[in-house]
């Protein structure tokens, strides 16, 4: 209840116009809604909309796969070339540069790149030429390792504490506006749990809004089938980390040709999906010089690029039912895929190819 308060040295309470005026002010007070209802900001949505349009429009960074100011998660299975894309984004940001068949509107900026994944000789193998000839990055690229002389302080309780306050403390003082992340699973142990996932995303999207950052953030895929399209669910920790992430892509390789790449869009909220599976975008990785890096091909279909099963395959494996059925005619067709399937990895969708065989066995 918004009972009146009145200070006799303010307001003189013989004059009708103070009595007026505060009541008018008592009456907005209880017509306009409290901002903070607990945990939410409750505003009426034209100031919702009038605030967001004093913040700039969120630039591309890298094509329509991520924007300024967007925390955004590139996945793929290992080996694929996730850091080899990553520095590339990195630099190009860094010198204000586009990627050769990419698009780039945003400013040059500072981009720090912590890099859990390799030593600094290994990064620098990927960047002369026989370790000579030593690529020259812009000084606003910055590159973070794990300092292995460092311990762990007295006064924090474990490491990932200690790595979380160093994360920051990095942020502060390079002033940089563009992080890169190699990779989520270093910062928390089990990414693909989603008990572990949800403070790492929680953590990591309050960093972006404090200081107003965009992110990039690895992630690694389990080992997938290749005749199957790729899809948010091949992404470890696939609901939580995508639910969290503004914007996500993923790294695909060929069926057709180990030396392919394609890069497919996952997920996205400043534009709609262009690079869909009708529509990926189709690379290789090159190094003409000293500088390793992916080349823009052209677009393709995800269908060209998947592996395709041969009649010759699918007879075998048809052949293989067939005689563990008349060994063991009580077998279940879950019993028959954990003896036949050859990656444990891809058991679900190999029990469902098993079963569809044995029940056409079945009906023959």
Known sequence: MIEPKFNDAIFDLKNPETIKNHIAELQNKVSTPRETNGLFLVRPANKWIQEAMTRPIPKMLFS?????????????????????????????????QYIPGF????????????????????????????????YLFSPQFLRAEIDPESGLPDNFN?????????????????GAKVL???????????TERAKDALPLMKYLKALKNKYSLSILALAHTPKRDLSKPITRNDLQGSKMLINFCDSSFAIGESGQDKQLRYLKQIKARNTEILFDSENVISCQIYKPDNFLGFEFIGFSTEREHLKQITENEKSELES????????????????????????ENNFNSFKVKISRIVKRISNT
């Open 103 to 134: 698009k780039f509107e945003a400013e040059k900026q500072p981009v720090l790149y912590f890099d859990f994944e390799m030593g600094d000789k290994q990064f620098e193998a990927r960047y002369s030429k026989q370790f000579t000839n030593q």
């Open 180 to 190: 890169i992340i190699d990779n989520l699973t270093y910062l928390k142990n089990e």
């Open 320 to 343: 293989s039912v067939k005689n563990l059925l008349q060994f063991e005619p009580d077998i279940s067709a879950y019993g028959i895929a954990k003896k036949l399937c050859p990656d």
């Open 64 to 96: 329509e796969f991520w924007f300024e100011s967007e925390f955004c998660i590139l996945f793929a299975d290992t080996n694929l070339g996730k850091s080899i894309l990553a520095v590339q984004i990195g630099d190009s940001i860094s010198r204000g």
């Open 158 to 174: 474990n490491f990932e504490d200690f790595l979380n306050h160093s994360f920051e403390q990095s942020i502060i003082e390079t």
